[in-house]
């Protein structure tokens, strides 16, 4: 029997090959208390068990109902006195466990502990599936861990759908679920576990890829008796599976079955004509393996329901892993996933019937899509889940903190160290400074809270008690709330500044425009995580020097509050003269624990199991290695999905102030920006000493130009053609010499750091051409071309027809071939800029319909329905509205009988006469997107007869708008450009 937790509930914990195990049988809630600092712990043990006998003695003489009147009679347990470790204090102390007959209680005792007996409590907000899952990773049972042996996870893809929606006679509250089709595969790997040495192996044996060939179990009720019987068997089903996945199922699929099974059930006890053994099915169904929840996703409460043993919702998950991405729909996602079906059935919700085979092959075409977008997605969220310790469901519903707390929360369990409660920083110091003191103390803060009734513990006074019954291992910057937010700023903002990365813009470095040949772009890969982990930063590990003590580090903030400067408290000074990327601000000194950080150790975690992927990756490079590309493929998405995970693990946790957390500390995050800020700033220093070109900086790297002449470089040179211009002097530094300079910035921040793992990592591009911070052009010489990619908003034009991109790429090979070799930076730039104009001039004038791509002129854009656009204050349509009726009618018109009925995603193309109703409704503006112009891309070619036809006058202005709009020009003519102000 396997002993592999999947997930957890409130009621069950849910293990590979094993029935539900009742949570009651291998936990109990409780949260820790102990007495106020010099006062004697054990004396309060004692003082709160007797209570706690007393008021038991008093609910077994009434009925249980004194508890009500007294919390105590709900603890079960005291635990016995053990040493704990403080968050924010190098010290431990001595504490106790209290544990109570439910989860839901433990406030109410917590409250009961802090009134009456004036003892501190800890950890009395973790959420009970939270705080069992934790407790059990930190005994050992680690969710998906194997103990290093394979196993094989069974995951089952399923999708339902309602046919009867919009039926007359039917309610949408009884609309039956009449279709559903599910399929299976399965997943092999082994993953193992050592907390004590943060030492995580994973490794995937076996995923298929092969999406196409699993058989697809389509199952159609056509009355409700079908119906009963397709539900029973899919919820006995789901117990021998390991995975349930699926698109958007928590919020829709999961909670529909739910709702359901529950209303089918309560019907036919009612009228007598519910089997008994189905019955028994839908009752173990409802109460074990169909959890219905709350979800906070999107800022209010919605329904959702989780399936067991796992719930994958690849909704969710895509969410996470390509954010950057619009559409997240399965229909927008499968074919970004490379999941293209031939002949791919669209049917709209309210032509679905059950008698149309068209229905069939459309509800099949959308399970064989899950399959491939789950197979895609389960590599990637199988080691996320792992190496954070969180079940899928917790993983994926939560946000970048939520995360990391949960990660801290494993070690503090594991060694006992208090975690501190969740709260939103910025609101709570600014109650605090309000209503109690500028520099209180914890006493102060406690004592208030005490104050404050039960009636008055709502809102932020309830976040307020949260955090004061911890006492004196309450957040220390609630000693001094006016650094985290400045009532004498206007508005009460933040009370500091805190820098970002350096940079090194471009114009400062008179880089821009220039044609750089063979760049080594050398970043840390991590450098963030890699200072946290190198230097122990954490929340629990970074603490405010007071005067007169020796700080062990100081920290930049660009701003401090006046009250924090002034007070004479602490140590603060201004930047020194080897300081000067400190261009403004103070100096704060910071003390720093020896142990390690929680937040640390699960950096060390993750880090670790990045390097073992990373070596993999390298041995399959290998020509012999035998590896499969699919291998490879699943590689890539194992070291992407954990790379997300360690990045959002750094300052970003740490000065969350307006995010409920638990480990907000702006002075550890500024210890991370400001090592960030010296690091590169010495870089740089260095590389000048070396006399090296610096060209470009960014947070965590740093660029250095070695040539001016591209001939040197034979791909190049062959691109254009341009061997014979080949000359060695056209080298400012030769590659050797930059690789060597970035080899002995390694060795440097090795030595002084102290930790080996620190690597500028070199990246070769052939060329590079600079504009402003954050907005750049790659070229490297591919197949005969200078193939380019663009970094920045203003380059991807991501709101653009692909024909901008396009155009822009040719331009930019032409200019940079006319910029193959060069002497002054002054004489580069400027003919560089020339040649952008005269090439972007050319190719624009030079374009015809002909010559296009028609794939290259589509703009994608959503509609909503007419109704669904708010009208004008005069109460007419908007001109979105009219657009979308326009559209409805054009739809109709060409065949389409359900028109817009729901909101769509359309391609669009921009045609010469607007869209039938809409004449003289409005102009074409140069830059915007003229929506009433734009027709979709399918049946815009049966108006041609008409007169319509697509507006190349309009794309080569949008073209001329963009190359301007990227580059900062006023305009494309060749004469200087008069600057970048305006655009900056």
């Known amino acids: 029997m396997e002993d592999v937790l999947l997930s957890v509930s409130n009621t069950h914990a849910f293990f590979k090959g094993r029935d539900p195990v009742p949570v009651g049988e291998l936990h109990k809630p409780y949260f820790w208390a102990y007495a106020p600092l010099g006062k004697d712990t054990k ?59 439910h989860p839901g209680v433990v406030p109410r005792v917590s409250d009961a502990l802090f009134d009456r007996f004036g003892a501190y409590t800890a950890e009395h907000d973790v959420p009970y599936q939270q705080r069992f899952a934790v407790d059990m990773a930190a005994r050992g049972h680690w969710p998906f861990a194997t103990g290093g042996r394979p196993t094989t996870l069974d995951v089952m893809v399923f999708d339902i759908e309602t046919t009867q929606y919009g039926n007359v006679g039917v309610r949408e509250d009884d609309l039956p679920i009449d279709m559903l089709g599910h399929a299976r595969f399965p997943v092999s790997y082994s993953a193992k576990v050592d907390l004590e040495t943060e030492d995580f192996d994973f490794d995937i044996h076996h995923a298929p890829h092969d999406w196409w060939e699993p058989e697809i179990v389509q199952e159609v009720a056509r009355n409700v008796d079908e119906e009963i019987d397709m539900l029973a068997r899919f919820a006995t089903t789901v117990r021998s599976t390991g995975i349930v996945s699926g698109h958007n199922i928590l919020g829709f699929d999961n909670l529909k079955i739910h709702e359901r099974v529950k209303k089918l059930q309560e019907r036919g006890r009612k009228n007598g004509s519910l089997e008994r053994s189905v019955d028994q099915v839908f009752t173990e169904f409802l109460s074990t393996w169909c959890w219905k929840d709350k979800s906070y996703q999107f800022g209010r409460p919605d329904d959702m329901a989780i399936l067991h043993p796992a719930s994958l919702d690849t909704f969710l998950a895509a969410r996470r892993f390509y954010f950057f991405r619009d559409d997240l729909t399965l229909k927008g996602l499968a074919p970004f996933l490379g999941v293209e079906i031939d002949g791919r059935e669209h049917v709209t919700a309210q032509d679905l019937a059950l008698d149309d085979p068209r229905t069939l092959r459309y509800h099949e075409h959308d399970v064989r899509e899950q399959l491939g977008v789950s197979m895609h997605l389960v590599i990637q969220a199988l080691p996320l889940a792992f190496s954070t310790g969180m079940t899928f469901e917790q993983l994926f519903m939560g946000m970048n903190t939520k995360m990391w707390d949960h990660i801290g929360l494993i070690r503090a369990a594991h060694r006992k160290r208090l975690m501190p409660a969740t709260c939103r920083a910025a609101g709570l110091a600014g109650l605090v400074q309000r209503e109690i003191a500028d520099e209180p103390t914890p006493e102060q803060i406690a004592e208030y809270a005490r104050g404050i009734g039960a009636e008055g513990r709502t809102g932020s006074h309830r976040e307020l008690v949260r955090v004061a019954k911890y006492g004196d291992e309450m957040p220390e910057w609630l000693s001094y709330p006016h650094l985290v937010h400045d009532l004498d700023r206007e508005g009460g903002k933040e009370g500091y500044d805190l820098p970002g990365g350096l940079t090194l813009h471009p114009q400062d470095l008179k880089s821009e425009f220039i044609p750089w040949w063979h760049v080594v772009a050398a970043d840390v890969g991590a450098m963030y995580p890699t200072i946290l982990k190198a230097l122990n930063v954490g929340a629990d590990t970074i603490r405010l020097a007071h005067a007169g003590e020796d700080p062990d580090a100081w920290v930049w903030l660009k701003r401090a509050s006046p009250r924090l400067i002034d007070s004479g408290r602490y140590a603060v000074r201004s930047p020194g003269s080897d300081e000067d990327f400190a261009d403004k601000g103070v100096l704060i000194g910071v003390r720093q624990r020896d142990g390690p950080g929680v937040v640390n150790l699960g950096m060390s975690a993750i880090l670790g199991m990045i390097a073992k992927v990373k070596h993999a990756m390298n041995e399959a490079k290998k020509p012999d290695s035998g590896i499969s590309e699919h291998d490879v493929a699943r590689l890539r998405l194992n070291y992407a999905s954990l790379k997300a995970a360690r990045n959002a693990g750094t300052h970003g946790i740490l000065v969350a102030d307006n995010v409920s957390c638990r480990q907000f500390n702006v002075l550890a995050g500024a210890r991370i920006t400001t090592e960030g800020q010296r690091i590169l700033h010495e870089s740089r220093r260095d590389l000048d000493k070396r006399k090296i070109r610096v060209v470009y900086g960014d947070t965590d790297g ?283």
């Open 43 to 101: 004396g309060l043990r004692r003082s709160v068990l007797r209570a706690v006998d007393e008021a038991s003695r008093s609910t077994e003489g009434n009925g249980g109902e004194q508890h009500e009147r007294d919390p105590l009679g709900l603890v079960t347990e005291l635990g016995p006195v053990e040493t704990v470790e403080s968050f924010w204090h190098d010290r431990t102390r001595d504490g106790f466990r209290v544990f109570t007959r």
């Open 702 to 984: 740093i660029y250095l130009a070695c040539g001016r002449n591209g001939a040197n470089i034979d791909r190049v040179a062959d691109v254009f053609d341009a061997h014979g211009l080949a000359d060695p002097s056209g080298w400012m530094t030769t590659p050797e010499q930059a690789i060597e300079a970035v080899d002995a910035l390694n060795r440097r921040f090795r030595d002084e750091l102290r930790y080996e793992e620190f690597e500028l990592e070199p990246e070769i591009h052939d060329a590079m051409v600079f504009v402003v911070h954050k907005n750049y052009l790659m070229f490297d010489a591919h197949g005969g071309r200078l193939q380019m990619e663009v970094k920045g908003n203003n380059f991807k034009g991501s709101d653009k027809a692909d024909l901008a991109r396009n155009v822009l790429a040719r331009v930019m090979e032409r200019a940079m071939g006319e910029n193959l070799v060069w002497e002054t930076e002054e004489q580069a730039r400027a003919s560089l800029k020339a040649s952008i104009k005269k090439a972007a001039n050319e190719v624009i004038a030079k374009m015809r319909i002909a010559t296009v791509d028609p794939a290259e002129l589509v703009l994608i854009q959503s509609v909503q329905p007419a109704r669904r656009y708010k009208r004008n204050p005069d109460g007419s349509l908007s001109t979105f509205a009219k657009r979308a009726e326009a559209l409805d009618q054009l739809l109709k018109q060409s065949g389409d009988e359900t028109g817009l009925r729901a909101t769509r995603k359309f391609r669009f193309v921009v045609a010469n006469r607007p869209l039938p109703g809409l004449e003289g409704s409005g102009k074409k503006k140069p830059g915007i997107k003229p929506i009433e112009f734009m027709w979709p891309v399918e049946v815009l070619p049966k108006w041609e007869d008409r007169g319509y036809r697509l507006d190349l006058d309009w794309y080569k202005d949008m073209l001329d708008n963009y190359i301007k709009g990227a580059f900062g020009f006023d305009d494309l003519s060749t004469v200087e450009q008069k600057g970048l102000d305006a655009w900056l």
